[in-house]
């Protein structure tokens, strides 16, 4: 966690607006005290649109597997240091398949021994978009397998948990009960 404490608090219920309740209402239940949306609860019509794209993302509808969309999520909030996203999305990977080694070789990248050749292309696409916008040739080449939708799925992927992560970041969201700091986050 790169703050100790969060710069811009979670609403208790007590101080959730009718709009910001109305909004948290369309969770699940399980999911409407996560210090992540009870922190955007601030701005309801905000959170609200966050949360209609971050549902095509994490959705069947998005073309990547649910093991290539972690892949992407945890690469990318690895590379962005965002230690809050990182413990929800090792919880949710290891729900997808990937195992505690493969998440340990998340952070070494593409470059890990044992990646099949498109899982090594989806981690470098990360490392390229988060560190370039952009997607190099070679790797666009590698990534043919997903097809031009879910090329186009993994950028939209890497866009939202980059902006996902500045958000934690930028914020201080501390970790829910429940969840385990890596030490390899600041």
Known sequence: MRLPVPRVAPLTDAELSPEAREVLSALPEFARAFNIFRTQA?????LRAFLAWGNYVLS????LSERQRELAILRTGYLCQAGYEWAQHCVIGQRAGISAVEIDAIKVGPEAPNWVPLEAAILRACDELVGDHFIADSTWAALAPLGDRGRMDLVYTVGQYTQVSMLLNACGVQLDPGLVADPDFA
């Open 42 to 46: 601030h701005n309801p019509d905000a």
């Open 60 to 63: 069947a509808r998005n073309s």
